[in-house]
């Protein structure tokens, strides 16, 4: 069973910057999308960015400007580049990495942004 794994989480003062990382244990074949969430306490889980194997990206209007995904096609990993953030970023940011027969989701790493 293949498990995904987020890192790079933390404490960060507003204005600050984090990335994320996210790594499958071993490979997946045919990765289609890779896109990270997130879930505030008391919220839904959100889409935050997403990026397909041609290299197509969406953002929620929310984010837009400030955190950049990208992804390496090599290892199957993806980042968050987040700049800039927020009080209202603080959640927890999961990763998905899908391809066409399963949705590989990992546990989460949480982003707190406090001064």
């Known amino acids: 069973q293949v498990q995904v794994a987020e890192s790079g989480g933390g404490l960060v003062q507003p204005g600050g910057s984090l990335t994320l990382s996210c790594a499958p244990s071993a490979n997946i074949f045919s990765i289609g999308l890779w896109a990270w969430y997130r879930q505030a306490p008391g919220k839904q889980r959100e889409l935050v960015a997403e990026?397909?194997?041609?290299?197509?990206?969406n953002y929620a209007d929310s984010v837009k400007g400030r955190f950049t995904i990208s992804r390496d096609n090599s290892n199957g990993m993806v980042y968050l580049q987040m700049n800039n953030l927020k009080p209202e970023d603080t959640a927890v940011y999961y990763c998905?990495?899908?391809?066409?027969?399963?949705?590989?989701w990992g546990r989460g790493t949480q982003v707190t942004v406090s001064s």
């Open positions: 990026v397909t194997l041609g290299g197509g990206r």
């Open positions: 998905k990495i899908q391809n066409r027969l399963a949705d590989y």
